[in-house]
């Protein structure tokens, strides 16, 4: 369902989004006429009245879910350049460790799986999937018996309760 909204805060919309989530520039550019030294708290009040997810702004941005499947398909994916130097093989002499000796003319560069990157793409993926399981830890007290925690109530918690 599609929220409906004045043509002032479609505005302020926009230019929340063209100055990078800045809401005091964003109401300084709706209310060019606005000379005051509150715009931020003016410009954060609209902010909560338009009352905008974060899926739709994501999506207003241009951050649809197929462009971010891409670029999480682009991430999956990743390589890396790394500068190798490729040993020519010696003729076989026996008992010789010697190696070829490197230099400027020998190095190349190669394209090899960035598996660190990798990682972080697909640790993404399955967080914002739900696939981790929430973590539980057990607890428990003196020979293996259970864990018995008592709630401590502070002086200040007991005027808090009788307000």
Known sequence: MKIKRTIKERK????????NGNATKAYEVINPEY????AAELGYRLL??????QD????????TDAYLQEKLDQGLNATKTISVIP???????????D????????????DVNDFAV????????????GKYPSTKHELTGKD???LIIERVIYVEDKEEEKK
């Open 12 to 19: 302020f919309i926009e230019a929340y989004i063209k100055n």
């Open 35 to 38: 000379n005051g030294t509150s």
């Open 48 to 53: 909560r009245k338009v009352n905008i997810s």
């Open 56 to 63: 739709e702004l994501m999506d207003m941005m241009g951050m």
């Open 87 to 97: 040993l020519i093989p010696k003729e076989a002499q026996e008992n010789s460790t």
């Open 99 to 110: 190696l070829p000796k490197a230099n400027s003319k020998n190095i190349e560069f190669v």
């Open 118 to 129: 990798r990682h972080k793409y697909l640790d993404t993926a399955l967080k914002l999937k």
């Open 144 to 146: 293996g018996e259970p």
